[in-house]
């Protein structure tokens, strides 16, 4: 941090984390300066806001914690006001895997793209078991797969895939990148705007 390293210090701090060991009163407070510094400020507002937490007003840095605190709520406005990124300062970009349509077609969830699912009656056998009035064990077919010990997939009909919310991006259709968003449309989304209006243009002609 003295040499103004905050990547290397970032690096050594989740380190010291990881390892469970004790730590110093003051480390959630330099934590917390260093994210500051690498422009991961809802990080470091969770830093820092446990620090004065733990601590209280006879912390030996809470002055520099309240006033890091203060300074904190200008960048965090700019985050939860940005289109272009999560609560947490992150750029989001279009689903890779829906492109941002948030629903796709896919392998069932519960046949596995399979089409036929194990039958809950007979648990796969075919058959099924009953005692009769001798206190004989006769055994039937199953009626509900006619002794196959199977049946076509109820979710998908037999047809391996299903039309559902995306699992990449848990049908939100955007996911987080681990960029930090700088607030202004990177030249994908200027792009995208050029070809809106491009295309109301040509609607007007």
Known sequence: ME????????????????????ISPEMP?????TLYELGQYDNSLNFVRRYIQINGRDAEKYEEAKELERKLQEPMKAIMACEFC?????????????EGK???SQACG??????????????GKGLLTKRNVFNLVEYHECDKCNG?????????????????ACRTCQGQGMVQTE?????????????NA?????????EMD
């Open 3 to 22: 040499k103004g390293d905050y990547e290397k210090a970032n690096t050594y701090f989740r380190q010291i984390i990881e390892s469970n060991l004790p």
């Open 29 to 33: 407070y330099y934590f917390a300066v």
């Open 86 to 98: 999560n609560n947490q300062g992150y750029r989001i970009q279009a689903c890779p895997t829906c």
């Open 102 to 104: 948030k629903q796709i």
């Open 110 to 123: 519960l046949c596995k793209g399979r089409g036929m699912v194990g039958c809950n009656r007979c648990f």
């Open 148 to 164: 196959e010990g199977k049946h076509i997939c109820p979710t998908c009909d037999g047809l391996l895939n299903v039309v559902s």
């Open 179 to 191: 960029e930090i968003c700088n607030h202004q449309p990177s030249p994908r989304h200027m792009s």
């Open 194 to 202: 050029f070809e809106k209006i491009k295309a109301l243009h040509a």
